[in-house]
């Protein structure tokens, strides 16, 4: 290869976010992040490496622990050509060095070099010492201000300091980057240095891909999970003696409603999980509050995803599927002696969604049997509800950066939440895209080989695509 | 049964390496087959899915790229079918051998061969059967014409014709007509032909191991499932062996006519008396009109004569052979025109047809664009780069370097000066930022900026001013000296760093090389022996090497401001010791001779508050250096509080200090912003005149930092010059506020340090939060 591969090195005083950089930009949350100082004590390599190809190298390296004295040793040197390498040659043995010439010496090594500064907070002494310090090096560098907070009082003396003595100056937040906000960081590596372009870019369309891939992978699942769900059905025998009582027929309805919704409630978790997966989390926490974190069935949920009324009507007609539901809803309603199947209904939210039945209620007749028959779902509302949650869910597993996980959600200074918007994606399609879907829904009720997917699928992918290049609002706070 | 020609054809291709690049049915079979498993891989177990990309991206480095890119770029049909081709291939052969011909595509290529032969052996049996039974001749009556032309050659006809019909109206309504219009093929011939798969494959799978018998048989739904995906490709499969059928139908039929017609004597007739043989010579001469550029009147077709002489008259017949005697060229005229019928009518219909269906097939499955779901999920798996960010656990490094202690009075010359022994290069613009934030309250502002400015104009100034100088000095002057003499020696490279400066700095002082030299010899005599006579000397050898004057010079002019300054401080207790200590740091380039002066009285000055606030008894005349009251304490501020500290909150930490250990503040320092402020601070300790040991030494330092090496160096040096003793208070305050410039250091970073102190074992070092916690929620 003519070129040697970009690497980088991700420098910064303890506790300046190195390591969540780091996790963000190579979507690794394997990557330790304490919230302790001086956690990354080696200087740890993170390849990126396409095809077995490795493309660009992020080195996580240790604070720096003796920046005066670097600097300092650095002035006295002027005249040396290469300081680092002199630096780290001179002091190698020196275990007080030891972490500043682990630093060093991937920059002695002809690595560029990313500072990482807290913008949120005051500059301080030892960051001007590093600052300077590193501008001596006379290495390829560009400087992140990671401002974990809505603190921005001193970002613009941050962009003054860093912007005498660095090619490039970018801010972002490490715990908050988005997909749009990482590539374009990468992006701006190409200005450091030009030899690197090429690669870079290389690397660049490598990421993009395979976040197409991975979208592509969500949308799958979402389809997947929406067709399971809608012709999903769940039916028992049951011999007629224990059914001779009223009670007992309450009974089994019962069982068999919370066994239906259970099923459900496990399709989607399991569909929730394979998304995260696409995306890459392991390590994954939901805010306690989040819509996603309540039950799928629940009342908070109806109301806050999915279609409203009047389009939910609109829809419902032109997709002519209405009248098959409407069907089904009167023959759940009269089927089973209505009385019974409302009174459960109203003993809880069970079989309700968005104040209508979930699901079609059957019972057939035989000799000395009855058999119960759950699903599939009818309830028009339903499935929009599932798609919005699954979008919503994708969308959070897309822009969960990866140098999240330490994050201090308690932190005094965080960003504050948006002014809640309780509106779901599909409520924001445009009313053909919506018909759309909902003739998508009702193929897949009655489990039709769907020739409505491949639309479906491109209206689901352009909705996560939106969220990915923060085109649409990713609702964090739902 | 079994075919071994087809999968040796499919050994063969793949031994000589042959590449297909065209699909066929049994490859999509096939195709749909992997695809169908690695779905249900990814439904099993969604983590499967790195596997999958890793093996469909080697599939398609291996195979694909070389061959695909070449022809198109990708994302386009073309691009994407070869690719997926090169790709089946590959899983192809990455097959257990012995599974290959089980594979569903071979089972139906198989199947479908079997099929083929099957119909087309009923076809020619059927043709021929119903071609004897039409030609039946009993010596008596002539076979009937018109009913082998009605059954061989017009039925025949409308079925093609019926055909043609539908496959143009299916490809002009295209889709949805298909399953009814297609229902012979869909309901008799596709069952007929996954029968046979099935079969077939029972038959292999009979003498296959157990595992592979299990894997194939839990393939056969597939095969079913699978077979409506493709549309017309999957419909051209069934119509194919249709036509095969009735080719073969109509070979059996012309091949038994002819040789019934050759070997045996049949006479034909015709009997019809609706038709006058002159419409039956037309309606001939019509049928015959393909054939009749080739062969005329008379052999492809019969003549008038001929025709009027075939026909059966059922009288003539009934009342006795005898009398009648047609013509037997007559009778046998027709042979001819009826094999030409049934070749032009039967025949030729139907090989078109079937050259059709397989044209067709193969242009529906050149049209194939592999876009549903799953083909292009693996399209995609191909086509995208892995991206491997390897999650190698980290393994923890060695910890912070906690620094050893150090000899009691010496000092770790590498970090105290610059870390080499260089001298003759002199650090340029140590701190360019220092100079620009003064933040140290007005009097000082006032200082710094006169250093620098005085020393370019007034170097022609230079002589007169000496003498007052000379008349500030002697009360501080003369009593610091012993002192610094004795502790001289311990500084030498600062000594030197601070040589070096001057020329740098000062470069209006054009002389600045011949500096050094001189200067060193003034600067010992200045420092050591200051009492006036020798300051006088001092002065004037830069008398006689004018070149020198300057230097000297200025620093007597800056003396000036200094005195005139230290008044006011005396009065204003705490801000002054700081102030005065700040600037001494940035004018580094000075010589020495100022700052020595400097920062004596300085330290005396600061004496004084300390000593008016306990005991009056003025011995600051008495002391040599800083002066400590028993409960009074050295203040190391780092530069980072210093910075933001307005002169309001000194107070406030004094109040602070003297609340948390009850001390008083001596004199205080800034500390953090490089050596020789290092240096500067461990100076004036050494120096401090201590009326009560050990020395007690508050260092203020900002806490929201965490603690690194180079802290708890300093720590140690301070230590090393304070003795062992030495009551050392580390207070830490939280990230400084607008409204709170001392806050309180969160629980988090106290710990923080508290562990890194706790690794110093240093038994007099306290470390404490200067500012007690805020009492809500404290974790």
């Known amino acids: 290869m003519a070129v040697k591969i970009p690497r980088l090195a991700i420098m910064g005083h303890p506790n300046a976010g190195k390591s969540s950089v780091v996790a963000t930009l190579t979507e690794n949350d394997q990557v330790a992040i304490d919230k302790r100082a001086g956690t990354t004590t080696e200087s740890d390599v993170y390849p990126v490496v396409i095809d077995g190809v490795t493309v660009i190298e992020f080195i996580d390296t240790p604070g720096f622990q003796n920046p005066n004295a670097i600097l300092e040793w650095f002035q006295a040197n002027l005249d040396t050509r290469d300081l680092a390498r002199a630096f780290v040659m001179a002091h190698r043995a020196d275990p007080l060095f030891a972490h500043d010439c682990a630093l060093l010496e991937p920059v002695a090594e002809g690595a560029g070099i990313i500072l990482v500064v807290d913008g949120s907070k005051r500059i301080k002494e030892k960051d001007r010492v590093e600052i300077e310090l590193l501008r001596l090096t006379a290495r390829p560098r560009m400087a992140i201000l990671n401002n974990l907070t809505n603190q921005d009082r001193y970002m613009s003396q941050w962009q003054d300091a860093l912007s005498k003595a660095f090619n490039s100056v970018r801010e972002f937040n490490a715990h908050r980057a988005t997909y749009s906000e990482r590539i374009k960081l990468l992006e701006a590596l190409k200005s450091i240095d030009q030899r690197w372009e090429a690669l870079l870019e290389n690397a660049i369309d490598a990421f993009k891909k395979d976040w197409e891939r991975r979208t592509d992978q969500a949308v799958g699942a979402i389809i997947d999970l929406l067709k399971d769900a809608l012709s999903y059905r769940v039916s028992k025998t049951v011999k007629d003696n224990k059914i001779v009582f009223k009670s007992g027929r309450d009974r089994v309805k019962a069982e068999l409603m919370t066994e239906f919704e259970n099923g459900l409630r496990h399709m989607e978790i399991a569909a929730q999980a394979q998304i995260r997966t696409h995306f890459r989390h392991n390590v994954w926490n939901v805010a306690s509050d989040s819509i996603l974190n309540q039950d799928l069935l629940s009342n908070e949920v109806g109301e806050a995803l999915g279609l409203s009324r009047r389009q939910l009507a609109l829809v419902g007609m032109a997709a002519g599927a209405a009248s098959g539901v409407a069907i089904d809803l009167a023959t759940a309603g009269s089927s089973l002696g209505s009385g019974a199947f409302f009174g459960a209904a109203a003993g809880g939210v069970l079989g309700m969604v968005g104040g209508r039945v979930l699901a079609k209620f059957d019972i057939e007749r035989a000799p000395g049997t009855h058999r119960f028959t759950v699903g599939p779902v009818t309830n028009p509302r339903f499935p929009f509800i599932l798609l919005d949650r699954s979008i919503l869910y994708s969308a959070r597993a897309m822009n969960w950066a990866h140098g999240r996980q330490a994050a201090e959600e308690d932190a005094p200074n965080r960003v504050p939440e948006k002014v809640i918007d309780k509106r779901g994606f599909t409520e924001e399609l445009s009313s053909a895209e919506q018909r759309e879907l909902a003739r998508f829904f009702s193929a897949a009720r009655r489990g039709r080989d769907l020739e409505r997917e491949d639309l479906c699928r491109t209206v689901i992918k352009n909705v996560l695509r939106g969220v990915a290049l923060s085109e649409i609002d990713s609702r964090g706070d739902l | 049964m079994k075919f071994p020609y087809f999968s040796a054809l499919g050994l063969l291709a793949k031994r000589l390496g042959v590449t297909r690049t065209e699909w066929t049915v049994s490859d999509l079979i096939d195709f749909e087959y992997y695809l169908e498993g690695d779905e249900q891989v990814l439904r099993e177990q969604p983590a499967a899915r790195k596997v999958l990309a890793q093996r469909d991206r080697a599939f398609h480095l291996d195979h694909a790229q070389n061959a695909a890119a070449s ?709």
């Not at chain 2, 892995?386 to 009691?408: K, N, Q, R």
């Not at chain 2, 106290?750 to 470390?767: G, S, V």
Request: aromatic share 8%; with cysteine.
């Open chain 2, 71 to 779: 022809t198109a770029a990708p994302h386009t049909s073309t691009h994407r079918r070869t690719s997926l081709r090169h790709w089946l291939t590959a899983r192809r052969n990455s097959e257990d051998p012995r599974l290959s011909p089980l594979l569903p595509g071979a089972a139906f290529a198989s199947a479908q061969q079997l099929g083929m032969l099957v119909l087309a052996v009923s076809g020619f049996l059927i043709g021929a059967t119903v071609a004897s039974a039409l030609l039946s001749y009993d010596g008596h009556r002539p076979i009937d014409v018109s009913s082998y032309i009605l059954l061989l050659v017009l039925v025949q006809f409308l079925f093609a014709g019926v055909a043609v019909w539908m496959w143009t109206l299916r490809s002009l309504r295209r889709s949805d007509e298909v399953r009814g219009n297609a229902w012979l093929l869909m309901q008799v011939i596709r069952p007929l032909l996954t029968q046979a798969a099935q079969w077939l494959q029972r038959q292999r799978l009979g003498r296959a191991s157990a595992d592979i018998r299990e894997r194939a048989l839990a393939t056969q739904g597939l095969l079913k499932s699978q077979f409506t995906i493709y549309g017309p490709v999957a419909y051209f499969p069934l119509l194919i062996p249709a036509q095969m059928f009735g080719v073969a139908f109509n070979i059996g039929a012309i091949m038994t006519t002819i040789f019934l017609e050759l070997f045996t004597d049949l006479a034909f007739g015709w009997g019809s008396a609706n038709f006058h043989p002159e419409t039956v010579y037309d309606l001939a001469q019509m049928i015959a009109l393909p054939w009749s550029g080739i062969f005329g009147e008379g052999v492809g077709y019969p003549t008038l004569a001929q025709i009027t002489g075939s026909q059966i008259h059922l009288e003539q017949w009934a009342s006795g052979a005898l009398v009648f005697h047609p013509d037997s060229e007559h009778l046998r005229s027709w042979r001819w025109f009826l094999v030409l019928a049934v070749v032009t009518y039967g025949l030729l219909p139907r090989l078109i047809l079937l050259t059709l269906s397989i044209l067709m097939e193969r242009l529906a499955l050149a049209r194939l664009t592999f876009t549903h779901g799953r083909s292009l999920a693996l399209y995609t798996r191909m086509l995208t780069p892995i991206l491997d960010t390897s999650t190698t656990v980290m393994t923890a490094g060695a910890e912070m370097p906690i620094p050893a202690p150090l000899l009691p009075h010496t000092r770790r010359l590498g970090l105290v000066g610059p870390l080499s022994t260089k001298t003759n290069e002199p650090p340029t613009n140590l701190r360019p930022w220092r100079e620009k934030t003064p933040i140290a309250p007005e009097p000082i502002v006032e200082l710094k900026p006169q250093p620098v400015i005085d020393i370019q104009p007034k170097p022609i100034a230079a002589p007169e001013p000496a003498p007052p100088v000379i008349q500030f000095e002697p009360e501080p002057i003369i009593k610091i000296e012993p002192e610094s003499i004795i502790e001289q020696p311990a500084q030498p490279s600062f000594i030197e760093e601070e040589f070096n400066l001057p020329p740098v700095e000062s470069k209006p002082i054009v002389e600045s090389e011949s500096l050094p030299p001189v200067i060193e010899p003034k600067l010992k005599s200045v420092v050591e022996i200051e009492p006036e006579p020798i300051i006088e000397e001092s002065f004037q050898p830069p008398f006689e090497e004018e070149s020198n004057l300057s230097s000297p010079v200025e620093s007597i002019i800056e003396l000036k401001p200094t005195v005139e300054l230290k008044p006011p401080p005396v009065i204003e207790s705490k801000p002054e010791p700081i102030i005065e200590i700040v600037p001494m740091i940035e004018p580094e380039p000075e010589p020495e001779p100022i700052i020595e002066i400097e920062s004596k009285p300085i330290e005396e000055l600061a004496i004084e508050p300390v000593i008016e606030s306990e005991s009056t008894a003025t011995s600051p005349a008495i002391e040599r250096s800083t002066y400590f009251a028993p409960n009074a304490c050295l203040l190391l501020i780092h530069v980072d509080v210093d910075d933001v500290l307005e002169s309001e909150d000194r107070p406030r930490l004094a109040q602070l200090l003297l609340q948390l250990t009850g001390w008083q503040i001596g004199a205080s320092v800034t500390f953090g912003a490089g050596s020789a402020m290092t240096a500067r601070a461990l100076d004036i300790l050494e120096r401090g005149q201590w009326q009560e040991l050990p020395p007690r030494l508050a260092v203020i330092q900002d806490g929201s930092q965490p603690p690194i090496t180079e802290n708890l160096l300093f720590l140690r040096e301070l230590r090393a010059a304070a003795g062992v003793q030495a009551q050392m208070l580390l207070a830490l305050i939280g990230d400084p506020e607008d409204d709170d410039r001392l806050p309180p250091l969160r629980a988090f970073d106290y710990t923080d340090w508290q562990r890194k102190i706790d690794q110093m074992a240093d038994p007099y070092l306290r470390l404490e939060m200067l500012a007690p916690p805020s009492n809500d929620g404290e974790d």
